[in-house]
């Protein structure tokens, strides 16, 4: 262990995040790679661990013969402060070494308010934070994850970004950054033909000019870069990479499970929700594969807890043929089945009560409005009833505690759908009243609610995230009317939604401000122990710009939107209907029952799910 | 069925592994192993998995011990290279057998403690530590279990030392008292920082390297 390390460690919360050595993480000789990959995660190891994205990308990476991927988290505050205080850089857990000497540093994004993160994780390596500052082509620093579909805001830190799914661009990119290495060319050459590789995105190729009101003129690509990037996908699930055989942390992270994914994509399409329009089509894996997969996971890591992952569990079709057999399995080896985002339906309701074993805690529905109407008009097609019916079931079956999380802010909402959301609680308690198993262990009812972010790619990137005063109000008059003891209010007092809206729609003039929050201390922004509004509003002070022109301005449809160019395969012409649809009160029927035309089929060439 | 105890090495990158964490790792070590951990009788079963004497954090060891309980009805053979394919890096099963001895006859506990000086060891630096852990009372500052602080006299619970010097190390082979009350080795080092504040290291190891009971004999 290198001597600086073990004098530190015994200083900082939880050392064991920091010294790498899990079960299943990757060694190999140093001597017998080419390409040593940094995959870095701008977020703490208990989060960036819990990542099936990054698994998934460092089992991929680590099956090519001459490339290692190590792993690399953002330090919490105390280990920063030692890192620095001691002159050391930033380090990989596999091999101990400074990222910064690596081939490829490799981040995923899930998240905007993790850029501040990036950026000092690139600051603790010693590398440069502009792309401009390093000439090599090496360390190339390039990004990938959700919040890549608008990279904008730290377009100029990353070298290129990759859209969608990496399983097969990432070892293309690698390939062709080993014939560029080989071949000694310089940078601006390897990225020029790097952007020719789907999903590739080199935003140093593109030109950004701006209308005298702030608004993106154009955006011109230049050297040969595509004018629309499209994402890219894994077309057949059943050929997609798994890994069964993946890290087991020694230390509790936050999803400290198997996660075992049934499908990619959403056939809800939910107006709000941006992995609902990005991760389409829809995509399923065969049950067969998804039970192989299950059986050889718990084998190799001893887990007894599996997560049945998606982004809506209960629409995988087979969901019920597969819990059966996987039923005798989970009973012999003691393996606890969670079914995370259920519908709350009576197929859901009956699936879980099979499954679930031992201590009923609380259950969770997201209706994320308070009355039909809205429902309506954000399409999330759940209606009272079903949320009723799901709840009397719970209590009948011995539940005694029920979440439910709501949104304030969400297009059309009027104070009539705030106090629905109370209405829907006072339901909730009624319905305890009539079905409860055992009324004298008591209900808890928690209403949540969080500040609406509106997001690129969805029907709603033309929205303004509604003031926070105005929110504020809401959250007073929604306090008001919930005068049951037995539920209680949680919302937060959240500025940093107010940043991830900025952020999230951001330009890539943000990249000054984020550069400027950064040395003012920005890091972990993710985080409220590290947030700070004031600290964020100084920097858009300097940098004569305006955070409400990108968190609360109302776009048109024909505005040039900053992430314009990039293609997630959903069609203008279907989030335009789709966003004019939200103030008809009109719903979109489910992929399922038809084909809404979105667009994203054409990446199989067939229907997608069907 | 019988109750087994596992000998094991916990070291390196392993000695940072907290002893919750540590009983959740081994909680899916032994399924890895092909091993059925028993499970506890009542409304929340729990494995039947135990450490005898906590490690503290940062601290390397060669002779830990865990007791347990698995279904299959063996005596303890082939156990250790069983679970070898299935440790994190720093962990080493060393030997396996049926825990015969209760937890309680642990009395004592060999260490080796290592106090680094970066500028050189200070001159008759063993000698002077040596006289100081001879004294009838040395006392120390403690954390108690309630967050306090509270002076213990570790005197009575070191049994012996000796110090010897190296080139910018001082180490001592020590024994202390295991158990009821304790002795975390590592309290020489704030001991000898208080005491003799220019022989205050600058960063102090601990190892420990055998377990016996209260007449001497290794405790298994």
Redesign the interface.
Known sequence: ?DKKL??I??RVQ???R??????N?VMKDKARVDTRVAFCFPDTYEIGMSNLGMRILYGVMNNMDGVWCERCFHPWGDMEAELRGASMPLYALESGDPIGEFDIIAFSVGYEMAFPALLNMLDLAGVPLRAEDRPGLAPLVIAGGTAMYNCEPIADFIDLALLGEGEEQLPELIGLFRQARREGWDKHRFLVAACRIGGVYVPSLYDVTYHDDGTVRAITPRDGAPARVRKRVVTDMDKAYYPAKTI?P???IVQDRITLELFRGCIRGCRFCQAGYVYRPVRSRSRELCAQYARES???????EMTLSSLSTSDYRPLVELCDELEPFCER??LNLSLPSLRADNFSMALMERLQK??KTGLTFAPEAGTQRLRDAINKNLTEEDLLESCRRAFAGGYSAVKLYFMLGLPTETDEDVAGIADVAAHVMHVWRESAANKNRGVRITVSTSWFVPKPHTAFQWEPQIPIEEYERRVALLRERINTKTVTYNWHPSPTSFMEAVLSRGDRRLCAVLETAWRKGARLDAWEDYFSLPRWLEAFEECGLDPHFYANRRRGHEELLPWSHIDVGVSDAFLMREHDRCYEGVTTPDCRTVCSGCGANSFLGRPCDG | MAKLRLLFVKEAQASYISHLDLMRTFQRVFPRGGLELKHSQGFHPHPLISIVLPLPVGQSSECELLDFEVEQDIDGTGVAEMLNTGLPAGLHARECCRAVRPARELAFLRARVELDYDAGVPSGAAERLRELFSRGEVLVEKRTKHKELAEINIAPLLRSAEWTEAERLVAADVTVAAQNPGLNPALLANAAAAYLPELAPDFARVRRLELYDAEGNVFR
Not at chain 1, 18 to 23: L, T
């Open positions: 262990m073990e004098r460690l015994p939880k050392p064991a920091y010294v790498g050595g899990e079960y993480a087991v020694s230390t509790e718990v084998e190799d890591s001893g887990y007894q080896k003691h031992g201590r």
